[in-house]
């Protein structure tokens, strides 16, 4: 058993970023889906949506969950120690971000609200405790549960370590049934039994990261296999529950529900099988930039491009235009960023720069550098 990545590894993980990011983006984007549980009332714009957006994208919060807890626990002994200094290396690398991107939506919330002529009725506390437990960003409930796990690592790796088998099992049955044990705080889950499982499973990974190599050195024809059960149950889960919903809703049935769970371990393998073979080192590159663009690129920039996109189209194909103009300019914002003002482009990514993502991935050891997971705030 091999416990040390590989440099295609970690390239590997670098390209899933990339990937995963737009996923991310992507589905923030999305302006149409079905409304009806019969297959033939969706158009096939809301039926693309659907597959690409509520199937195909939805691999990306697993597949960040996992990169976090494999590099965290790769670099952990179990020593209070290394415990303290890693919780405050992720004060500075998931905290800081979390409270700036926080207050810039805040505010951005309170003048928008403002100049529709519809103020915030918040008073001082509970404008506070909306920045500290749900700001108006909604990719921040994600970095939010990263700091749960990393105060919780501890009990994870002593779990993991007894019994792995039960333990993953058990959390795997938690999240393929949906069931979330944890209560709401401030309007979100304290923790999210997706983000807790795959978390998990990248520590059991630690000792295991053969497999990885494995899969990725898999013969071409089982990639293409992988990708095509991952659509295939994707499209499968659409046809059987066309308006499936499971964000904070139950509108889903028990078949769809295991098609959907099953369709993004499929999609995990597949994801990974492919990004092995999509390894350059302008999507390395990219994956230092990738944080930034999970940072900016939903509330208020979604808002102002909401706003443009109302002038000239129907919104139900927004997404088909703004995503690929988000994406494309997410990047090239933090490309010029980080060149033009490279102290405080790693202030606010916590570190995750483009530099660091090239010397991440040409180096034997990370265990001190940044993972490769850029855009999942995983250090």
Known sequence: MRTDLSVEAKQTFQVVAVLATVFVVAIHYQSASPISAVIEDASWNEIFQAFLLGGVARVAVPLFAFAAGLFYFRSDD????????????????????????????????IAVRRIEG????????????????????????????????????PMIRLVINKAPGISLTLLAALWVSHYQPFPILGGWYLLSTETLFFFALGCAAVNRSDLLERLGNANTLAAYGLVIVWFDLVAARIVLQPDFNSWYATNYSVPSLLIHKFSILAGCMAMWAAAWRLRRESLCKLSGLSFFVYLFHEFPLRAVAHRIAALGLDESVWFWTL?????VGCYSVANQASRSLPSIFAWITGGRTPGSAMKLGNTTDVSHNHPPLSSAATR
């Open 118 to 153: 519809d103020p915030v009725s918040l008073n001082f506390a509970e404008l506070i405790a909306t920045w500290l437990l749900h700001p108006p960003a909604e990719q921040m409930w994600f970095l939010r549960d990263l700091m749960v796990l990393v105060a919780i690592a």
């Open 323 to 327: 995503s690929p103009i988000i994406v």
């Open 78 to 109: 179990g020593s209070v120690r290394c415990y303290w200094k890693k919780i405050r290396q992720r004060a500075r690398s998931v905290g800081v971000p979390y409270l700036v991107i926080g207050a810039i939506a805040m505010l951005s919330w």
